[in-house]
Structures are given as structure tokens and as C-alpha cells.
T-cell receptor
Framework: QQQVKQSPQSLIVQKGGISIINCAYE??????FPWYQQFPGKGPALLIA?????SEKKEGRFTISFNKSAKQFSLHIMDSQPGDSATYFC?????????????FGKGTLLTVNP | GAGVSQTPSNKVTEKGKYVELRCDPI?????LYWYRQSLGQGPEFLIY????????DSGLPNDRFFAVRPEGSVSTLKIQRTERGDSAVYLC?????????FGPGTRLTVL
């Protein structure tokens, strides 16, 4: 059972364009939704995260949009740069207690062409 | 400051052998997680430690996998009788207040 579904699997964007990655979750108990960026040979690094009490969160060029009723959230990368080329993972967890174990999507390989 | 470190970075072993993978978390982080990332997939949760105790080991695939954190800092993931299907990158993450910081992982190859 895939609890977090991510699309697209890969994405090619021109420099300066907008990259959009979508995720859908099934478990309504999830209440913490982070996005991670991973470069080859490195571990995932937290990019931005949102909780369901807000519908949008923006940090620099990165924005998360959250739709609680549809159980969907998305990452928008504005003014995409070649340095943004990486694999992006959405994830979800329950924050009750101290266990924040993450359920990840399968990832999106983003390529930003110069 | 120092991040999460994992050793070795690469481990090649033969089917049936025993392996140990080490994780050094960020100093002071009480929570430690192990994940497994297969090629082309997202990380999958294996086990969570709060302090010295394994608070959630629901992600361990079978009893060949075991992990310890005896002093509440360094953790070791142990895999007995390795199988080719165990080949993956094993990631460790530590946390203090929710946000997880990942190490670079150990790439395990079982021949």
C-alpha cells in the first residue's frame, strides 16, 4: 500500500521556469508534510515543510500548496536554476508523541536545463 | 557543526555474511531513525530510537535485521545472513524537535 503517491517521476524544466511536483496521501492522521531534496551520493535534506493548519507556505523560491480536503500537496519551485537539478521527495508523518517516522513518495528527478 | 555521519560509505559483502552499519548522530539529538532506500525509490522507515530504546521497529523487514543504540548516541544496524535483496542505501537520520537530519548513507551491495 503506497501511502504517499508522487508525480511526475521525472521533470525537465528550462532555467527560469516553474517546476511543479505533486503528492497525494491516504492516511488522514498525517499532519506534517516535508519536502526533501537529494543530490547523488548524499542524504536527503529538508527543503520546506507544512502543517495542515495553513494552505500555503513560501520560503524564497520554494512554495508548498496544501489541500486538506483533497489530501494533496505540491511543491512549486519558482525561477528554477540548474543547481536545483536533484531528486525531490515528498513525505508525510504523524506528529503525535515523539515519533516522526516519515513515509516518502517515490521521488521526482528534476532536471533544469541552462 | 558536524552533521550525521555514517560508516562505511560503501560495503560489499557476499550472500549469507553478517554486516554492521554505523551511524553517528548529531550531538544532543535524542531521536534516531534508520531508513532503507532502494534504487529509484524513496527512503523506507526501518526503526526509530528515542534515547537508548527502540520505540518503533515496525519497519524492520524480518528478524535478520536488528539495531542497537546502547548509550543513546551511536547506533549500529546489524544484518544477519545477508541476501541479494538487502542491497540498498541505508540512511540514518537524527532529530531533536521533529526535523530529521540525514546522513549520507551506507551503500550496501550483496553479491
Amino acid at each position: 500500500q503506497q501511502q504517499v503517491k508522487q508525480s511526475p517521476q521525472s521533470l525537465i524544466v528550462q532555467k527560469g521556469g516553474i517546476s511543479i511536483i505533486n503528492c497525494a496521501y491516504e492516511n488522514t492522521a498525517f499532519d506534517y508534510f516535508p519536502w526533501y531534496q537529494q543530490f547523488p551520493g548524499k542524504g536527503p535534506a529538508l527543503l520546506i515543510a507544512i502543517r495542515p493548519d495553513v494552505s500555503e507556505k513560501k520560503e524564497g523560491r520554494f512554495t508548498i500548496s496544501f489541500n486538506k480536503s483533497a489530501k494533496q500537496f505540491s511543491l512549486h519551485i519558482m525561477d528554477s536554476q540548474p543547481g536545483d537539478s536533484a531528486t525531490y521527495f515528498c513525505a508525510a508523518s504523524r506528529s503525535g508523541g515523539s515519533n516522526y517516522k516519515l513515509t516518502f513518495g517515490k521521488g521526482t528527478l528534476l532536471t533544469v536545463n541552462p | 557543526g558536524a552533521g550525521v555521519s555514517q560508516t562505511p560509505s560503501n560495503k560489499v559483502t557476499e550472500k549469507g555474511k553478517y554486516v554492521e552499519l554505523r551511524c553517528d548522530p548529531i550531538s544532543g539529538h535524542t531521536a534516531l531513525y534508520w531508513y532503507r532506500q532502494s534504487l529509484g525509490q524513496g527512503p523506507e522507515f526501518l526503526i526509530y530510537f528515542q534515547g537508548t530504546g527502540a520505540a518503533d521497529d515496525s519497519g524492520l523487514p524480518n528478524d535478520r535485521f536488528f539495531a542497537v543504540r546502547p548509550e543513546g548516541s551511536v547506533s549500529t544496524l546489524k544484518i544477519q545472513r545477508t541476501e541479494r535483496g538487502d542491497s540498498a542505501v541505508y540512511l540514518c537520520a537524527s532529530s531533536l524537535m521533529g526535523e530529521q537530519f540525514f546522513g549520507p548513507g551506507t551503500r550496501l551491495t550483496v553479491l
